[in-house]
């Protein structure tokens, strides 16, 4: 079992940036696909963005695309999330998450960190 915990939310202006980072414990992090959804009030959580055991290959949500990049730090266990340009509509709780290694990156996962609120003012 790994344990997630998420930082580096806050409050930015639109079209800024924010970077989010997700340190795991437990069982070896490499073993793990990682992934960060997102959820907003009145609405069900979304895949946003998903990376896979090596780094080798990521898979995002069309409404990120261009703007949010994904990456990990095997050394560190940390998998982050590079946000620019923010919009109002991104505004949500973001939870990383973790899988068991497979060719789909956007479902399937198994254990979420907490969350960490991302609120971006116009």
């Known amino acids: 079992q790994v344990q997630l915990v998420e930082s580096g939310g806050g409050l930015v202006q639109a079209g800024g940036s924010l970077r989010l980072s997700c340190a795991a414990s437990?069982?070896?992090?490499?073993?793990?696909?990682m992934g960060w959804f997102r959820q907003s009030p009145g609405k069900e959580r979304e895949f946003v963005a998903g990376i896979n055991l090596s780094g080798s290959r990521t898979d995002y949500a069309d409404s990120v695309k261009g703007r949010f990049t994904i990456s990990r730090d095997n050394a560190r266990n940390t998998v982050y999330l590079q946000m620019n340009s923010l919009k109002p509509e991104d505004t949500a709780v973001y939870y990383c998450?973790?899988?068991?290694?497979?060719?789909?990156?956007?479902?399937?996962?198994?254990?979420w960190g907490q969350g960490t609120q991302v609120t971006v003012s116009s």
């Open positions: 998450a973790a899988r068991f290694g497979g060719p789909n990156l956007s479902r399937d996962y198994a254990y």
């Open positions: 437990g069982q070896t992090f490499s073993s793990y696909s």
